[in-house]
């Protein structure tokens, strides 16, 4: 059984090959403006509907789970879009790949909560994570963050003041805010808000960008 799923599952992913790059250098493009990334992408739906509002910016999908990459590959060929890429690593090795602030925008939604205090680090906005951010951001750039868990979302909050990041526009109720007008679902977000759950939000301004502005 388990060949047969990995025989159909590469087949899937041959037939979606040019969507997939090994690193930023895969998806050249002289004109380019802005990139922005997506950690831990899923299947798609919000970095393939952002990719096609927004025909200007590039946009390259970090997600781990194969399984998951499947979906928005085809999802990315079904609706032939032209400024998304994808990539099958683990988020901890973004320095490995982009350059130093060469990114604009990081997204992260519905990040996996990692509740027990043992297991913070992993947290995709644990302070080593933000490091990593905060290298391939731009000065300019800007961290979103989108979660309906609270423990979550508290922790994050903890880590971006404990690091100097400047948190903006900030709410626990998304679908009920000013910021849900340009709001792009994601898969995630439909289910856990069907379920009653509010969306928790927030922009981060990297440290060094938040420490000139305050002076
Ligand atoms: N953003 C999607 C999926 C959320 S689930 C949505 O909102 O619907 C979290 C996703 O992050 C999973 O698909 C998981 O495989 C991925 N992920 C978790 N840790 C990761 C890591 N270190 N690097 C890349 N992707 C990761």
């Known amino acids: 059984m388990r060949m047969r799923k990995k025989k159909n ?3 899937r992913m041959n037939a979606c090959a040019e969507y997939v790059i090994s690193s930023p250098a895969d ?3 002289p004109d380019r403006k802005e990139l922005d990334i997506e950690i831990g992408c899923g299947k798609g739906r919000f970095i393939c ?3 096609l509002r927004n025909p200007d910016t590039d946009y390259i999908a970090i997600e781990l789970s194969t399984d998951a990459l499947i979906n928005a590959l085809e999802l990315a060929k079904e609706k032939q879009i032209r400024n998304v890429r994808f990539m099958n690593v683990n988020a901890a090795r973004l320095c490995d790949f982009f350059e130093e602030k060469s990114v604009s925008k990081i997204y992260l939604n519905f990040s996996d909560p990692w509740p027990k205090a043992r297991h913070a680090k992993r947290r995709l906005t644990y302070r080593t994570f933000l490091n990593i951010y905060q290298r391939i951001l731009k000065e300019s750039g800007c961290l979103c ?4 868990n609270v423990g979550l979302f508290e922790s994050t909050v903890e880590e971006l003041s404990a690091t100097g990041w400047k948190i903006a526009n900030l709410t626990n109720d998304l679908h009920n805010s000013v910021y849900n007008r340009d709001n792009i679902l994601t898969e995630y977000e439909v289910n856990f808000s069907s379920k009653g759950f509010a969306i928790n939000r927030l922009e981060a301004y990297p440290p060094e960008i938040a420490a000139k ?3």
């Open 213 to 215: 502005n305050a002076d």
């Open 49 to 51: 509907e952002l990719a």
């Open 145 to 148: 963050v989108k979660t309906d």
């Open 9 to 11: 599952r590469d087949s």
């Open 27 to 29: 998806f050249p493009n």
